[in-house]
């Protein structure tokens, strides 16, 4: 069983940063493929950007290429989620999900874990 704790959320003006941490347990950090969605009201879920276990790169959607940028500590067992240039429609609940092993996936539906969501508000 893998435990995810998301965190990091909060309010920002237009053009500020936030950074979101996922710490997780109960598995070899290495051996998760981890990834961040969002949700903002009314909304789909909505993939953001990964780690690419196999590739050890990451990936991203084309509304955050550029602004956003992940990395992941393995000693502390957490991965990040660096947001910079942030936008009113950046506001969402930020969640960090992850599976064990698999490659690439913006699908919400393949990962099995998932965290509590962290809520991001920027303001205009």
């Known amino acids: 069983q893998v435990q995810l704790v998301d965190s990091g959320g909060g309010l920002v003006q237009a053009g500020g940063s936030l950074r979101l941490s996922c710490a997780a347990s109960?598995?070899?950090?290495?051996?998760?493929?981890m990834v961040w969605f969002r949700q903002a009201p009314g909304k789909e879920r909505e993939f953001v950007g990964g780690?690419?276990?196999?590739?050890?790169?990451?990936y991203y959607a084309d509304s955050v290429k550029g602004r956003f940028a992940i990395s992941r500590d393995v000693p502390k067992n957490t991965l990040y989620l660096q947001m910079s240039s942030l936008e009113p429609e950046d506001t969402a609940v930020y969640y960090c999900a992850a599976r064990v092993g698999g490659y690439e996936s913006s699908r919400p539906g393949d990962y099995n874990y998932w965290g509590q969501g962290t809520q991001v508000t920027v303001s205009s």
């Open positions: 780690f690419s276990r196999s590739a050890s790169s990451t």
């Open positions: 109960g598995r070899t950090f290495s051996s998760l493929s």
